[in-house]
């Protein structure tokens, strides 16, 4: 067998200021990379002898198949297929493993991925958004036989992911349920320095023009509303045609929701004292659907918002319609900066709202966790559970992940005093965000299962000095009232589902309802709580949640 090397199993989060050597792909040291080299050969013990980890991973070609979610936004622009990426072209020619790539259609992830667990045809491993949203819940996946607990698996095939593991004991906790077994090859964005990607911006020009502060308090985002309301900010004789803040459904888009953070809850479940929550049965709710509507009929809300679509959202606000909106920093704020001229200083991006005062640490209950529940399974019907574990470690190794994050160095990226720099073609095109740019040759910008290194998120989301005020502003957000992914067991599962969807919908519904003014929260509130506690039993349901975040924490 030709070209055969050994990887290294050192698997390293190096944190500090960047620092490495010039050179070539080898030169993987850097302060925010989650993956570094290490020296020796990687193996480990497995059914009574050794297992070393060696590339190409099999003696003759052999092909997998893989269920995952193609990426529309980014690589779907490009490719219909991820063969078509440059790096699983560079994956297949390191392991010797082909895949042959099974992808949903667009919108359709959750539905094809229940029909194929139906079926039991199941392909020999399967990407999934969210694990812990599995009807049943993942323990019953394992205990029915459908996905293999991949503990022992990963202990003896995936030195590389396993190595990491141990060095970050907390990600154990993360992808494990409360029986201790492992049901994922997880997608970790870990220690970011871009922790939330998504917030508030707007024009700074007309920010600048109504001569009033950037709002982060409810008051000053009422005083800048009223100010747009009353301005002709695009000069075309009229005041009334500019938007004050675009934005949608807010079961579509987080900006009407993220306001309830000034009040300190979440509209959903969430926790507080290691219990959990649930927004609607606060009092501070109706005092901000209150104001959601009175913003609403003041004109404030695009007229339209619960009908909008995010394409007809991303128009307007790049027509020159829109004054504020929430989106993130990349397919957001980077391609609103370029439709608008080319200067990010156009923009404004400001904190979370408070409700007085204005804080470094606002409460935010929409933030990136370091791991939202995906990742790849492995099918019990496959013919090769060891291979495939071998083939999902590949992307936790120094060069694998290098090249998922990056691409290939020469082509999309090079090394510049140790650091993996995009090319001109990747991180200054023309023509697309630097996501998409990206995504013509690597998931670097995209899911999968691997350690997304930071460094490629500094460049992507990180292009102007403006976004590195809102990374660093919107990082200090307090986001620990957020769900964690905790686990059901299968009567516990049916339980909490059909608790979810009748009472997330019906809050949902009537929320909608205060704020279009098809319904008057003081005279329906009283009557809401009464169907969410006798007609729906939400304390039960939030007796079975808090059970599972107790076992959750005791992990």
């Known amino acids: 067998m030709t070209g055969k090397r050994i990887l290294v199993v050192m698997l390293a989060l190096v944190i500090g200021a960047l620092a ?31 297992f070393t980890y060696q590339l190409p991973l099999v003696e003759e070609p052999v092909t997998l198949e893989y269920f995952c979610e193609i990426d529309e936004g980014k690589v779907g622009v490009h490719h219909k297929d991820y063969n078509g990426l440059l790096q699983f072209q560079l994956f297949e020619q390191n392991t010797g493993v082909h895949i042959e790539f099974i992808h949903p259609p667009s919108g359709q992830s959750t539905e094809q991925f229940n029909l194929i667990l139906a079926s039991n045809n199941r392909p020999d491993m399967m990407f999934y958004g969210n694990w812990n949203n599995i009807a049943g819940g993942t323990q019953k996946l394992l205990d029915d036989g459908l996905f293999y607990d991949l503990k022992p698996m990963m202990d003896t095939y995936a030195p590389d992911l396993t190595a990491f593991l141990e060095e970050h004991t907390e990600v154990k906790k993360w992808i494990s349920t409360d029986q201790g077994a492992y049901y994922c090859f997880p997608y970790l964005r870990y220690q970011q320095e871009v922790a939330n990607t998504d917030g508030f911006q707007g024009r700074r020009d007309w920010l600048d023009k109504l001569g009033v502060a950037q709002p982060q308090t409810i008051a000053e985002w009422d005083a800048f509303f009223e100010a747009v309301m009353r301005t002709d900010l695009d000069g075309d004789g009229n005041p009334a045609n500019e938007i004050p803040l675009i934005c949608m459904d807010p079961t579509k888009d987080n900006t009407l929701y993220t306001f309830a953070g000034a009040w300190g809850f979440h509209p959903h479940l969430y926790v507080k004292d290691g219990k959990a929550q649930y927004g609607a049965l606060q009092p501070e709710y109706k005092e901000y659907v ?192 957020m769900m964690p992914f905790v686990s059901y067991s299968e009567e516990e599962s049916s339980q909490a589902a059909n608790y979810q969807n009748e009472i997330k919908t019906y809050v949902d519904e009537m929320t909608l309802k205060f704020i279009l003014g098809q319904a008057d929260i003081d005279q329906e509130y009283d009557k809401m709580l009464s169907v969410l506690k006798n007609d729906m039993d939400i304390e039960g349901y939030l007796s079975l949640v808090s059970a599972a975040v107790g076992r959750y924490e005791s992990r």
């Open 290 to 481: 209150k104001k959601m509507a009175e913003w609403f009929q003041k004109g404030y809300l695009s007229p339209d918002f619960n009908s909008l679509d995010y394409k007809q959202k991303q128009a307007r606000i790049m027509n020159g319609e829109a004054a504020s909106w929430y989106d993130g920093l990349g397919m957001g704020f980077d391609t609103y900066a370029m439709s608008l001229g080319g200067d990010p200083g156009i923009l404004f991006v400001t904190n979370y709202p408070t409700l007085e005062g204005h804080s470094d640490a606002p409460v935010y209950f929409f933030g990136t966790l370091d791991f939202s529940g995906a990742g790849t399974g492995i099918s019990t019907t496959t013919k090769y559970p060891e291979l495939c574990a071998q083939w999902l470690n590949y992307w936790y190794t120094p060069e694998g992940s290098d090249i998922v994050n990056f691409g290939q160095e020469g082509v999309t990226y090079q090394w510049v005093d140790g650091f993996p720099q995009l090319t001109d073609e990747i991180a200054h095109n023309p023509d697309s965000s630097v996501s998409v740019a990206l995504g013509k040759y690597c998931l670097g910008a995209s899911w999968g299962p691997f350690v997304h290194d930071s460094r490629v998120r500094q460049q992507r989301l990180l292009r102007w000095d403006e976004q590195v005020e809102a990374a660093r502003m919107w990082a200090k957000a307090d986001i620990s009232g």
């Open 20 to 50: 490495g050597c010039a050179g070539g792909g080898n030169a993987s040291s850097a302060a925010s990379s989650a993956l570094e080299s290490g020296s020796g050969a990687a193996s480990a013990a497995g059914a009574g002898e050794a």
